[in-house]
């Protein structure tokens, strides 16, 4: 089983940034893809970004060009840095395995992009 904890969100203004970092802990040793998704009421948890151990990254359209997906494989640990915020990335941030997900998601990080 896998244990994932979110963290690094916060209030911000458009055109802002912010980094965000799951760290991993469990049984990560056989994962090869982890992903950053979101969700926002009323709305599926939709992928944003993934990235596999070799440092291969997939985004999302509309989030190419601002967001990065990094890990460091010795920490364990993903990162998503957002550049030029829109208050359409609003939304909770979960990171997971990819594509299939573990069933036990963590507490995620809010992140809330004000116009």
């Known amino acids: 089983q896998v244990q994932l904890v979110e963290s690094g969100g916060g209030s911000v203004q458009a055109g802002d940034s912010l980094r965000l970092s799951c760290a991993a802990s469990?049984?990560?040793?056989?994962?090869?893809?982890m992903g950053w998704y979101r969700q926002t009421p009323g709305k599926q948890r939709e992928p944003v970004a993934f990235?596999?151990?070799?440092?291969?990254?997939y985004y999302t359209d509309s989030v190419k060009g601002r967001f990065t997906i990094s890990g460091d494989n010795a920490k364990n640990t993903v990162y998503l840095q957002m550049n030029s915020l829109k208050p359409e990335d609003t939304a909770v941030y979960y990171c997971?395995?990819?594509?299939?997900?573990?069933?036990?998601w963590g507490q995620g990080t809010q992140v809330t992009v004000s116009s």
């Open positions: 469990g049984s990560i040793f056989s994962i090869d893809f």
């Open positions: 997971n395995k990819y594509p299939i997900p573990s069933v036990y």
């Open positions: 990235i596999r151990r070799d440092g291969t990254t």
